[in-house]
């Protein structure tokens, strides 16, 4: 029996769940996330707010009235495999890439958008060349590093150890933290002691020892993942109990009950303005933070920094999309981006004019602390690091 014309078009119709129906195909974005291996804490933060990213552009006509959907594809940790997939993708002519997540799999992609198609890292501790056609998430290491040590130095806590992983992480944070103690404000800022370990190592009792006996103020101890469980576990083995300061890449709920049972009585991070909404005055970035709130809660996640650092950016590619077109090439793609000066997001305003391929600058970096008491992060800092009048 031939269909009806009417009816044919209602089954060619794509309903969401939300009862929004799209009589076009989806719009794909591709996704590079580390699903499998030891970045999958990473990828499985990221992966759940771009599904409820997903059914918030939805809800709300998605893009040009085709749903929205994102591609995800595992790259297992292995920035190899990252690249091998991000090979394929640029076979298929896509315009965009969304990912990966971590410094070593955005370096080995990004050679491969010389010419396109846009990339958008999702690590802030990869540093894109301005005028490329690759962005990068959230505000950089050397922000968060610089904001962090101006707040430790305006409280004064000047004598610091150093503890960071091998990997190219570790590696950015390095050398972020060296060239933030080398500025002149921070002549004072006294490094008694500097370690490292390889993320693979299940002991760090020896470098805590040397920790231990340097008698630091603060002890920043910069892994993510299952690594800074070991390093957070030597601390407390060793008997340290300074301050410690982490990557925000470990402000996930799931660490903190993991970790808890170690966790020292003050653990600090750079923050962002979702983690410190407690200390955000712009009214602008608190509205941005209660959509993304309520999106997360409708698929029974709660905000991280982890979320963030995917939810901007494909907020960002959304408005793009909704400008542009689903048509858009990347290079109009980078033309939008590179020229958007006005898109509040969760982390604050985004001004891609003055701080190219990012959008976010020292002011949007702060610094957080985990209350136990409370179950969530509280800003300790304003913006860019500056003490708060009453800070304990």
């Known amino acids: 029996m031939r269909l009806s014309k009417a009816f044919a078009s209602i089954l060619a119709c794509v309903v969401l769940g939300t009862g929004q129906a799209f009589a076009a195909d989806p719009y794909e974005i591709n996704v590079i996330l580390p699903l499998t291996g030891g970045g999958t804490f990473v990828g499985q933060e990221e992966s759940g707010a771009l599904m409820a990213l997903q059914d918030s552009v939805n809800k709300t006509g998605g893009i040009k009235g085709r749903p929205l959907k994102f591609v995800l594809s595992d790259d297992q940790t292995s920035p190899q495999v990252a ?26 992609i990004a050679p491969l958008a010389k010419d396109g198609p846009l990339v958008y890292c999702m690590s802030p501790g990869y540093h894109p060349d301005d005028g490329t056609f690759v962005f990068s998430s959230n505000v950089s290491t050397r922000d968060l590093t610089t904001a962090t040590i101006r707040w430790l130095r305006e409280r004064g806590l000047h004598s610091i150890a150093l503890f960071t992983s091998t990997d190219a992480s570790g590696q950015d944070a390095e050398k972020s933290f060296q060239a933030t103690f080398a500025l002149p404000e921070n002549r004072d800022i006294k490094l008694v002691d500097s370690e490292h370990f390889n993320p693979t190592d299940v002991s760090v009792s020896a470098q805590m020892a040397k920790v231990k006996s340097a008698n630091p103020q603060v002890l ?52 962002i303005a979702s983690l410190a909404q407690n200390v955000v005055t712009d009214s602008a970035t608190l509205k941005a933070i209660d959509s993304y709130t309520k999106a997360l809660a409708a698929d029974k996640l709660r905000p991280t920094y982890l979320a963030t650092t995917a939810w901007d950016p494909a907020m960002i590619l959304v408005a793009a999309l909704r400008k542009i077109g689903p048509d858009a090439t990347p290079q109009q793609l980078r033309t939008y981006i590179s020229g958007l000066k006005n898109f509040v997001g969760v982390n604050g305003p985004y001004d891609f004019v003055k701080y190219p391929q990012r959008g976010l600058g020292l002011e949007a970096a702060y610094v957080v602390r985990w209350d136990a008491a409370k179950g969530s992060w509280v800003g300790e800092s304003g913006p860019a690091g500056a003490p708060l009048r009453s800070s304990r």
């Not at 993708?89 to 799999?105: N, Q």
């Not at 993942?225 to 083995?237: C, F, Q, S």
């Not at 008997?239 to 966790?263: E, W």
């Open 220 to 271: 920043i101890a910069w892994s993510s993942g299952t690594p800074v469980g070991t390093l957070l576990r030597g601390a407390n083995e060793a008997g340290i109990d300074a301050p410690i300061l982490t990557t925000t890449a470990n402000a996930t709920y799931a660490q903190m009950r993991q970790y808890a049972s170690f966790l020292p009585k003050d653990l600090l991070f750079p923050g």
């Open 83 to 108: 690249l091998q997939l991000a090979n394929g993708l640029i076979a298929k002519h896509v315009p965009i890439i969304l990912g990966s997540s971590l410094v070593a799999a955005c370096s080995a």
